[in-house]
């Protein structure tokens, strides 16, 4: 446990159970992608809040972590070959979660790299323009009198639920395999897009029906559930 106890990030966040994997989060739509990973995989793991309002993720600590100053960010202690692993952004982290328990991700070659492309397209697509929705609509800049900025994402962030709407056609889930890290990686955004953001009616989510079933079954889930509120306030 040495790599955990000397890494900086155990100064402003110490670890109660060092022997398990250590996520510093935020139940933002990215920092739950993580944390509902752990509890649909069943991982032991310890949650720390980083609390933007405080920047935290702007400290020595956590920039030693992730120097993007980003959430989440993991520290698995047990990781390949049994060294501890330090690592950031919420897609690779889907992954190698889904690497190391040989679940939620498809068995088959072939059928491993569709998910990784559905896995990339939310990265660069969905996240991205569905929190730029986010911004114009709700935040900062709803106040600008010019709305073609909002109405360029409003008119992408459309399009994508269009695509994952023609995906869902005859599946319950986007990979034939079923549930899985896409699904994970897609549908908190999707929730936020509607929820946190307030902007169903913007983009028109009620014309995506399958989308929308997928999603009730997505946060009906029990792990869902939990992992939406992690880390507690």
């Given at each position: 446990m040495t790599f955990l106890?000397?890494?900086p990030i155990a100064r402003r966040w110490p670890a109660a159970h060092p022997d398990r994997i250590q996520l510093y989060s935020l139940p933002t739509p990215n920092g739950v992608k993580v944390?509902?990973?752990?509890?649909?995989?069943?991982l032991p793991y310890e949650a720390h809040r980083v609390a933007f309002d405080r920047n935290d993720q702007l400290t020595p600590e956590f920039l030693a972590l992730n120097p993007n100053h980003k959430i989440p960010a993991i520290i698995d202690p047990d990781?390949?070959?049994?060294?501890?692993?330090?690592?950031?952004?919420s897609g690779a982290i889907l992954w190698y979660l889904g690497e190391k328990t040989g679940r939620l991700l498809p068995a088959d070659a072939a059928q491993r790299y569709e998910a990784l492309q559905w896995l990339m397209w939310q990265m660069a697509g969905v996240g991205p323009?569905?929190?730029?929705?986010g911004f114009f609509h709700k935040f900062a800049g709803r106040e600008f009198e010019d709305k073609r900025p909002r109405d360029r994402y409003v008119a992408e962030s459309r399009r994508l639920l269009g695509v994952l709407e023609q995906r869902l056609q005859g599946r319950e889930w986007i990979l034939d395999g079923g549930y899985s890290v896409v699904d994970i990686a897609v549908f908190p955004w999707?929730?936020?897009l509607v929820g946190f953001y307030g902007a169903g009616e913007l983009v028109g989510c009620t014309d995506f029906a399958r989308v929308g079933a997928a999603l009730q079954a997505f946060v009906e889930r029990p792990a869902v559930a939990r992992g939406l509120t992690i880390p507690a306030p």
């Amino acid at each position: 446990m040495t790599f955990l106890q000397d890494h900086p990030i155990a100064r402003r966040w110490p670890a109660a159970h060092p022997d398990r994997i250590q996520l510093y989060s935020l139940p933002t739509p990215n920092g739950v992608k993580v944390s509902i990973a752990l509890e649909e995989l069943g991982l032991p793991y310890e949650a720390h809040r980083v609390a933007f309002d405080r920047n935290d993720q702007l400290t020595p600590e956590f920039l030693a972590l992730n120097p993007n100053h980003k959430i989440p960010a993991i520290i698995d202690p047990d990781g390949p070959g049994g060294a501890p692993l330090a690592l950031f952004e919420s897609g690779a982290i889907l992954w190698y979660l889904g690497e190391k328990t040989g679940r939620l991700l498809p068995a088959d070659a072939a059928q491993r790299y569709e998910a990784l492309q559905w896995l990339m397209w939310q990265m660069a697509g969905v996240g991205p323009m569905f929190g730029q929705v986010g911004f114009f609509h709700k935040f900062a800049g709803r106040e600008f009198e010019d709305k073609r900025p909002r109405d360029r994402y409003v008119a992408e962030s459309r399009r994508l639920l269009g695509v994952l709407e023609q995906r869902l056609q005859g599946r319950e889930w986007i990979l034939d395999g079923g549930y899985s890290v896409v699904d994970i990686a897609v549908f908190p955004w999707v929730r936020n897009l509607v929820g946190f953001y307030g902007a169903g009616e913007l983009v028109g989510c009620t014309d995506f029906a399958r989308v929308g079933a997928a999603l009730q079954a997505f946060v009906e889930r029990p792990a869902v559930a939990r992992g939406l509120t992690i880390p507690a306030p």
